[in-house]
Structures are given as structure tokens and as C-alpha cells.
Nanobody, 115 residues
């Protein structure tokens, strides 16, 4: 079955960096658009960044210039490099993969930005 497993979350001070990873299995990874979403305390889940099967990225305005999404189709991995982190980036971050009507989610990884 399809699995998306996130890793790399944790506690970081404001201004710091983290790199999230998502390992995919059970899917033809290269054809999927992969994305990172987040859900902060008391907030709705929102798109942070996505990357198409062709490698084109797009970002939420709130993270442009600070976050970078990338993928490695050979390893079936997607990454989110997060720099200049702010307290408002605190959330559970979820990996997502979709293609046509297929839509898969990971279990999430907690990112906490606090001094």
C-alpha cells in the first residue's frame, strides 16, 4: 500500500533552519505532484509548497524566499528546506502526493519554532 513517512521535525529557535523529508513507497512516485501542508494550533490545514512531476515548485506567499521544496525521483523522496523560521511557522507538517483522483497523506511531523 502507499505510504508517506515524514521526518526531520523538531524544536528550533526563531531564525533557525530545519529540513523535512518525506519517504514514499507503494506508488509510482515520479508521476505525482508532491506537496507539504501544515496545520497550526487552531488553524486550518494550508498548502506550504508543492512540486510537480516535472519539478516546477510553487509556494505559499508566507514562505516564499525562506522555504525550498525539492524532490528526488530515484529515491522517492521529497524535501522541504526551511530557513529563517518564525514562531508562526509552528505547525504539524504533512507530506501529500496526488495524481488525478489519487490523494495520499503522511502522518505528519511537528515543527515548533520557539526561543
Amino acid at each position: 500500500q502507499v505510504q508517506l513517512v515524514e521526518s526531520g521535525g523538531g524544536l528550533v529557535q526563531p531564525g533557525g533552519s530545519l529540513r523535512l523529508s518525506c519517504a514514499a513507497s507503494g506508488m509510482t512516485f515520479s508521476i505525482y505532484t508532491m506537496g507539504w501542508y501544515r496545520q497550526g494550533p487552531g488553524k486550518q490545514r494550508e498548502l506550504v509548497a508543492a512540486i510537480t512531476s516535472g519539478g516546477s515548485p510553487n509556494y505559499a506567499d508566507s514562505v516564499k524566499g525562506r522555504f525550498t521544496i525539492s524532490r528526488d525521483n530515484a529515491k522517492k523522496m521529497v524535501y522541504l528546506q526551511m530557513n529563517s523560521l518564525k514562531p508562526e511557522d509552528t505547525a504539524v507538517y504533512y507530506c501529500n502526493g496526488y495524481w488525478t483522483s489519487l490523494d495520499y497523506w503522511g502522518q505528519g511531523t511537528q515543527v515548533t519554532v520557539s526561543s
